[in-house]
């Protein structure tokens, strides 16, 4: 005896039709949507790869902001750097006029109000911010890079009080891109020479220390003599050179190229033991007060210069100041040039960038977005295929054993 049942031709349909439902679902959701998966599961392939795109789509544009910003940055200092190189050849104009030319006292009173004048305007030009930032201070953002100081309305001194840090921006994997530059690398045409007092012909160090020289850690150790204290910081191409001149036993420090030089004890304290630093202060005001320095910057030029004309003794320092000026106008040059590298450097990547990401961005789309021509027919298909399951479910449905009662 066998058993008559429709009951498993209509488990089947019903399967069939859920699944041909769940398909016309998927189908108008994807349409709908826009995009081809709504669970990972659906296209896992599409799925991981669509999750390392998008990975490489928040790099490229963190990137791309920071070339942008670096590249912002660097045409301020362009700028700023063009107007104080104007400020700098009006100054050799009015050197040249103070020193060839026979000036009455009211003429020359005028030139050197005028020296004065161009003077702060340089060092001001220096102190202007940029989205808050003073960025001729090194890494000390937060406050202006020169402290002016100013008697009876008149400059005294301009002393720079940042750092010789530059700060740098991600550009890429292993790619920076300086937007930085401090003050004291342009306004120094001249090496700097420092002399401490003390004599360290027999000077050994008593202990282990680490002392630094423009950003630069140096690790010196209890014995080391002089010469190997010499040896260590040559070693290191700090911009600064330790020497020791054996004719009149004078240990010195000399800058390699035109810049302000900046020392600092770490650990222990042993370049204030080679009366070199004082207990306090920062960089470069930590000095000792008692060591020699020869070489100062160009506002110190300019002051000492406009003291002369007020005195009519410009003989003296004509020559030197007008030196000094060249070098200046030609270290100014110099930097405008870097910066100008730095600012094409940041550009290119920033175009680099913009270009790779519409690429990518493409790729998404593909890996995410609704084929919709190919859905929209998937999705008539389905409709077929389930009318055609309900049509044949109808006429099993119709069956019961009634039909095959006799």
Do not use: C, W
């Not at 991600?170 to 790619?175: K, L, Q, T």
């Not at 010196?220 to 036993?249: C, H, L, M």
């Amino acid at each position: 005896m066998y058993r008559v049942s429709s009951s498993m031709h209509t488990l089947n349909i019903q399967k069939d039709m859920m699944r041909l439902e769940g398909k016309i679902y998927e189908s108008n959701n994807s349409i709908s949507s826009g995009i081809s998966f709504s669970r990972p599961s659906e296209n896992p392939i599409s799925f991981l790869s669509s999750l390392r795109l998008r990975s490489s789509l928040s790099q490229i544009s963190l990137y791309k902001d920071n070339a942008n910003f670096a590249k912002e940055n660097l045409d301020f200092i362009d700028s700023n750097i063009q107007h104080m190189t104007n400020a700098l050849q009006r100054l050799r104009e009015l050197i040249i006029q103070a020193v060839n030319g026979t000036l009455e006292e009211k003429d020359r009173e005028n030139v050197r109000r005028e020296v004065l004048q161009l003077t702060s305007q340089i060092a001001a030009t220096a102190n202007e911010q940029y989205n808050g930032r003073y960025l001729f201070s090194g890494f000390e953002t937060l406050r202006p890079p020169f402290v002016i100081t100013e008697i009876e309305g008149e400059i005294q001194a301009i002393n720079y009080v940042g750092d010789s840090g530059e700060m740098t921006a991600d550009i890429g994997n292993s790619n920076k891109v300086a937007f930085s530059l401090p003050a004291s690398k342009l306004f120094y045409s001249e090496n700097q020479t420092i002399i401490p007092e003390k004599n360290l012909a027999n000077f050994i160090a008593t202990e282990d220390s680490t002392i630094k020289i423009n950003n630069t850690q140096i690790n010196i150790y209890k014995g080391d003599t002089i010469d190997v204290i010499i040896e260590r910081i040559n070693k290191a191409n700090t911009g600064v050179k330790a020497n020791f001149d054996i004719n009149t036993s004078e240990f010195y420090f000399e800058t390699t190229y035109p810049h302000q030089p900046f020392f600092e004890d770490i650990k222990g304290n042993l370049l204030e033991k080679m009366g070199i630093l004082d207990p306090i202060g920062k960089p470069p005001a930590n000095l000792s007060r008692n060591v020699r320095k020869f070489g100062g910057s160009l506002f110190d030029q300019l002051i000492n210069f406009s003291k002369a004309l007020k005195s009519n003794d410009i003989e003296s320092l004509s020559t030197r100041t007008l030196a000094l000026i060249d070098n200046s106008i030609n270290n100014l040059i110099k930097y405008q040039a870097e910066i100008g590298s730095r600012s094409e450097k940041a550009l290119l990547a920033s175009n680099q960038y913009e270009n790779l990401s519409l690429i990518l961005q493409d790729q998404l789309s593909n890996n995410l977005e609704t084929d919709v021509t190919k859905t929209i027919t998937d999705l008539k298909a389905y409709e077929l295929m389930h009318q055609a399951a309900l049509q044949i479910g109808s006429k099993i449905y119709d069956l019961t054993l009634l039909n095959f009662i006799r």
